[in-house]
């Protein structure tokens, strides 16, 4: 499966965004979908995930209560609602796309090495 996330840009603390992941290449609906980021100098982290009906979800705590993940399968998108943005959420997020039913334990959601396809990445930037 191929992923092309858009979304990101630069914003002020307290504001918002939305960012957005597209699907394609094979049924979308196989894949548990998940956020990660990287800021420059750090290791890539775990931001948010969703099981492949949207009928979980799971977030880092560093984002939980103002992040909200959610999925089109019909769509075939996956996307991350940010609001009340800080300067540490400063980062280039990736979504990844791992197989459903391989793991399902929150552990396994939030470990990069779960996830077999990753997307291009996109740029947010938070300004104090």
């Known amino acids: 499966v191929q992923l092309q996330a858009s979304g990101g840009g630069l914003v002020q603390a307290g504001g918002s965004l939305r960012l957005s992941c597209a699907a394609s290449g094979r049924t979308f609906s196989r894949y548990d979908m998940g956020w990660f980021r990287q800021a420059p100098g750090k290791e890539r982290e775990f931001v948010a995930a969703?099981?492949?009906?949207?009928?979980?979800?799971y977030y880092a705590d560093s984002v939980k209560g103002r992040s909200t993940i959610s999925r089109d399968n019909a769509k075939n998108t996956v996307t991350l609602q940010m609001s009340s943005l800080k300067p540490e959420d400063t980062a280039v997020y990736y979504c990844?796309?791992?197989?459903?039913?391989?793991?399902?334990?929150?552990?396994?959601?939030?470990?990069?090495?779960?996830?077999?396809?990753w997307g291009q990445g996109t740029l947010v930037t938070v300004s104090s």
């Open positions: 969703i099981s492949w009906s949207g009928g979980s979800t």
């Open positions: 990844a796309a791992k197989q459903r039913f391989y793991c399902s334990a929150y552990d396994c959601y939030q470990s990069s090495t779960s996830y077999n396809y």
